[in-house]
């Protein structure tokens, strides 16, 4: 479909610390294996995605989502005809500068950091743990993956322009990120929207009837299903829409990226750099349905009382850790002697690089017990 604008392997920009070309992997592919070994990778099974895992061992955390991302961004690339293994790299790193406790975390830390004058932003994070948090290998920090890998992590859900940071400076600040980097913020929507929805229902926070309600298209969906499968149970029912519901969006975004590609007449992957605007987007159909989907989800489970209590407290603990560690930085992991980050900064990463897990012990170490399951 859209081959003349895959990205060419061939012309990647390369390495920061130049290293051999492997002989049975290309760029992409050492890309994917080294952030699938990573132990930033790894943590995001004890992260948490929306729910807490103390209430159902059934739903998402920040791996498993991570996994349904890079499946449907595959998905995606393959039907398009673009690089699947940038696609794929892409999909694997975009979530593993998270901190603990899902957006709550995001909220406190970037809160911190603001009073010292700087941001906290989980794409940004994402390359930070990438590039120097990370330590596997003896000759340069960090993995020392690919320009386009690098680029796409900081880009694929925001357009950099010049003088936004330094890191963006240096990742083609003005132009867009190849198609492959594009599909993965709607690809990350597109699974957050089922998946909450799938995991809010088996949660008890929101009835099918309630959601077909606020979503026409979930309304015809259910619909189909029921006339489809009138003696299956209300769950074999339920994950049959979700699953239609998946395939829609997946559709929608395919046709509304293969037409609007079309309409411009791109000619190769460096077009698609220049043109001004995103060219990977939903069909109007396919965008009205994940609008009023997340609209949905954020009015009757996002900011429902239980998840709001949970949000509020971590918060809260996120916050004191903070403070306390800024107090004590004895308490810190040691740095390197050669390149040591302002104090704000090491606190930052070493939240941030908890898994849930592992804050609550420390929290409880530090100031008593806090009521937790696992």
């Known amino acids: 479909m859209l081959e003349h604008l895959r ?41 948490t995605q929306v729910f807490a895992p103390e209430v159902s061992d059934h739903f ?8 349904e991302v890079s499946q449907i961004a595959r998905t995606i690339a393959n039907v398009l005809q673009l690089d699947e293994d940038l696609t794929e790299s892409l999909a694997l790193a975009h979530d593993v500068g998270h901190p603990p406790f899902a957006h709550a975390g995001e909220s406190a830390l970037d809160d911190m950091m603001r009073r010292h004058g700087q941001r906290f932003d989980h794409n940004a994070q994402s390359l930070r743990v990438l590039d120097s948090v ?25 357009d950099i ?16 990120p190849p198609l492959e980097a594009q599909i ?54 339920f994950q049959e829409a979700v699953r239609h519901l998946v395939e829609h969006l997946v559709s929608g975004l395919i046709e509304g990226t293969v037409d609007t590609a079309r309409s411009i007449a791109l000619g190769s992957a460096d077009d698609v750099r220049a043109y001004p605007d995103r060219i990977v987007r939903f069909t109007p159909e396919a965008a009205e349905t994940s609008r009023l989907m997340k609209r949905c989800l954020h009015a009757n489970v996002y900011s429902s009382p239980t ?19 800024m107090d004590h930085p004895e308490l810190l992991p040691p740095q390197d002697e050669d390149a040591p980050l302002p104090l704000e ?11 849930d897990r592992y804050f609550f012990k420390t929290y409880e170490k530090y100031f008593g017990s806090v009521y937790f399951l696992f």
């Open 60 to 67: 998402r955390n920040r791996l498993t989502h991570t996994i």
């Open 184 to 237: 993965i913020d709607l690809a990350d929507e597109i699974a957050y929207n089922t998946a909450d929805l799938d995991d809010a229902w088996n949660a008890g926070l929101i009835t099918v009837e309630k959601a077909a309600e606020e979503v026409p298209a979930w309304a015809n969906i259910v619909d189909t299903v029921e006339t489809q499968f009138p003696g299956a149970t209300d769950h074999e029912r």
């Open 134 to 158: 990370e330590r596997r290998y003896p000759r340069f920090p960090g993995l020392n993956l690919s320009f386009e890998v690098r680029e796409g992590i900081l880009k694929h859900s925001r």
């Open 7 to 47: 990205f060419p392997v061939a012309s990647s920009r390369g390495r920061r610390y130049p290293e051999a070309e492997h002989p049975y992997r290309n760029v992409f592919q050492r890309d994917r294996d080294r952030i699938i070994h990573s132990r930033a990778f790894r943590r995001l099974e004890n992260k």
């Open 307 to 325: 998840l709001s209590a949970d949000r509020q407290a971590s918060i809260e603990r996120l916050t004191r850790m903070f403070l306390h560690l």
């Open 345 to 355: 900064r090491a606190v930052c990463d070493f939240i941030a690089g908890m898994t």
């Open 161 to 176: 322009e010049p003088g936004d940071s330094p890191t963006g400076d240096a990742s083609l600040p003005g132009f867009r």
